[in-house]
């Protein structure tokens, strides 16, 4: 009763200060000053009638909560870094979300204290304008060449991706209000061959339940659900701020066009956790065809919980894994699990899981982590110890690597997003935020050690992307050998493909630039380890310490403390990963603006590094110390779309 009778009074409330106001400024028409921290800014009918509303952003400045209001209703909320002193970028609301809909206004609570030069004296006010049109054009110098990233906002994690009809779908965490996490919706890519994207509309925004988390989609062959065959059914976490903490549970929705547009299922949720725990997310849905059932994984804290369903939309609890297991303490987010043949033989296949961790990354912050084992349809038991970790890619930035569902031809290929939470909000990039490493199939072999072990290559489809190619003759180093320029009019995509064979102690090249910045990639065989260093790279101490994240109530926002960033520890430092005792190595270096993806013997180690170099790596330095190394086979291919 009370909540109904307070909801009523706040909209006899917002409608008597609709009717009341009067304008506060001359240079904001539509803006009323309510008071230090409440501003109501109305659209008029022929503003509804523009494309869009640009809104300015500036990336430290306090958060904005917005609630988009049309007839005293509240239709939408979105959170957004107003511009307080200076315009950062605009970001677009755009109008035709709300066709039809009348006495449209945003009801605008910005956080911070303006008692003292008052709200109206922020700069946002001046700069809202409505358009016709928002201008996407690439105004980064890190916007990767072939990497794909949004065309604007924020992105993190890939979600949802299937196959189907050609088409390869990647749906990703994304804000379109800022570059910085906030405001999930469920963006869309399409791609037929997976290097070359489209950008679509979102596929699933945010709602009363809360942001769109991660989740996974899956083809519904037998029409299971009962929305026709064939349709896309999709699952996701609905993720809230309650008071004391957040709310996650698990949401569904359906889609009859192959994936463009969703209709959220009316009685979502479709599972929330049976003890009430706050972590629980990401859900990874499956075929298991022994039992003709479909599995549901969700993260659940420090473990992993398995879910089975007949209809998609009950679900019953059948086991968990994962306490104990990888490094500790940790949170275990975005799940995957899949079947694979071991050293591709089919009469043998073992079941991976896959488990994102953060923090916890054995270089800090975020990683991606496996465990090989087996599978009875309700339980996973995994073949080694739990401190046995294995990471899937050795570099800092590889993180919620999740894979397609209903590939063709039997392939698994994983994608990953390029980026690290320890500084993904405050790398040195504004108009989008983040990319993803290139897509990899996945297989199993087994290891010096008799273990098993997941090999990641970059999926042949990139070989789309060499333009031009210079063939080079073998050589031997004992000492160093330069390579001056690698390209006349560089524009930073490139990759090398080289035979690597060394007696030395250390051997390896560097990515150079005419400024000194390098990126070096060696050898090192006193440790039997491979490692890139990008401690000299570029801009290693990029960003400032602003609040972080998407602030939905006055307390959540209190929770944020400021992060700081220690960039000498968490970003100027080389990676390594530990590689078998063979004298050669088949090494691919895949270079884009941003990026170094190392790959050695096909994928057996996988190493993705973000770089900020100042100006592209245009040479090649290759060394040895303590022995030769000789060069073979070495192609360096110019790469672009
Ligand atoms: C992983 C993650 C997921 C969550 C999403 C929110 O990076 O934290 O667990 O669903 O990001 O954007």
């Not at 994240?549 to 960039?567: G, I, Q, W």
Request: charged share 25%; hydrophobic share 35%.
């Amino acid at each position: 009763m009370y909540s109904i009778n307070k909801l009523t009074m706040k909209k006899i409330f917002v409608s008597a200060l609709v009717a009341l106001c009067g304008f506060t400024a001359s240079y904001a028409q539509q803006a009323s000053f309510l008071s230090n921290n409440h501003c109501l800014y109305r659209i008029s009918q022929e503003s509804q009638n523009q494309k869009c509303l640009l809104l300015p952003v500036q990336e430290d400045a306090e958060m904005a909560n917005i609630k988009v209001i049309a007839d005293n209703k509240q239709v939408k909320a979105l959170n957004v870094k107003l511009a307080k002193d200076h315009v950062d970028y605009f970001v677009p609301l755009y109008m035709d979300e709300f066709a039809g809909l009348k006495g449209l206004a945003l009801d605008i609570h910005v956080n911070g204290d303006y008692s003292k030069e008052g709200l109206n004296a922020l700069t946002c006010w001046k700069e809202m304008k409505f358009s016709d049109a928002f201008d996407m054009k690439n105004r980064e110098q890190y916007r990767p060449d072939f990497h794909h990233t949004p065309a604007y906002g924020w992105m993190n994690d890939p979600n949802g991706m299937f196959y189907k009809d050609g088409v390869w779908n990647l749906y990703f965490q994304y804000n379109p209000y800022g570059s910085v996490w906030g405001n999930m919706h469920w963006g869309h890519s399409v791609s037929k061959d997976l290097v070359h994207w489209e950008h679509l509309d979102p596929a699933i925004a945010r709602d009363t339940l809360g942001h769109i988390f991660s989740g996974s989609a899956i083809v519904d062959k037998n029409n299971s659900a009962g929305y026709g065959e064939n349709t896309i059914v999709a699952f996701y976490t609905s993720h809230r701020n309650i008071p004391g903490g957040q709310s996650q549970v698990q949401s569904m929705a359906y889609s009859t066009d192959n994936g463009r547009t969703y209709t959220k299922y009316e009685q979502n949720p479709v599972l929330t956790p049976f003890d009430g725990l706050q972590n629980f997310r990401d859900p990874k849905v499956f075929w298991y065809e022994p039992e003709q059932k479909w599995i549901m994984i969700v993260s659940a804290d420090k473990n992993m919980r398995f879910y089975s369903s007949a209809n998609l939309k009950q679900w019953e609890y059948m086991s968990e894994f994962g306490e104990g297991f990888g490094p500790q303490p940790n949170q275990f987010e975005c799940p995957d699990f899949i079947q694979l043949p071991v050293d591709g033989d089919r009469s043998k296949m073992k079941w991976v899981m896959i488990v994102n961790i953060n923090p916890g990354f054995v270089y800090g912050g975020s990683g991606t982590m496996y465990f090989v084992g087996d599978f009875d349809g309700h339980r996973f038991v995994c073949d080694t110890k739990p401190e046995v970790v294995k990471w899937l890619d050795w570099g800092k930035d590889h993180y919620a690597t999740v894979t397609w569902s209903n590939a063709p031809a039997g392939r698994t290929i994983a994608l990953a997003w390029m980026s690290n939470w320890q500084y993904a909000n405050y790398t040195p990039i504004q108009q989008f935020r983040s990319a993803n490493a290139l897509p990899r199939e996945l297989s199993l072999y087994t290891g010096e050690d008799k273990q098993l072990y997941l090999s990641a290559a970059p999926v042949k489809e990139t070989e789309n992307l060499r333009k031009d190619s210079k063939k080079l003759d073998d050589f031997t180093v004992n000492g160093e050998k330069r390579f001056e320029t690698l390209f006349e009019n560089n524009d930073g995509a490139f990759e090398l493909e080289l035979q690597l064979t060394s007696a030395g102690k250390e051997a390896g090249f560097e990515l150079l630039n005419s400024l000194g910045e390098k990126v070096r990639i060696y050898l090192d065989a006193a440790e039997g380890r491979v490692v890139m260093d990008r401690a000299e790279s570029g801009i290693v101490d990029f960003g400032k310490k602003v609040k972080p994240h998407d602030l939905d109530t006055e307390e959540s926002y209190a929770r944020y403390k400021e992060v700081t960033v220690n960039y000498k520890n968490d970003f100027a430092l080389g990676t390594w990963a530990p590689i078998n005792t063979a004298k050669g190595h088949k090494v691919q270096v895949f270079v884009d603006n941003g990026s170094v993806e190392l790959f050695v013997d096909g994928g057996r180690v996988a190493m993705t590094n973000l770089v900020f170099p100042n100006e592209p790596y245009n040479s090649l330095r290759f060394y040895s110390e303590g022995g030769e190394m000789k060069i073979s086979d070495f192609t360096i291919y110019k790469l672009g779309l």
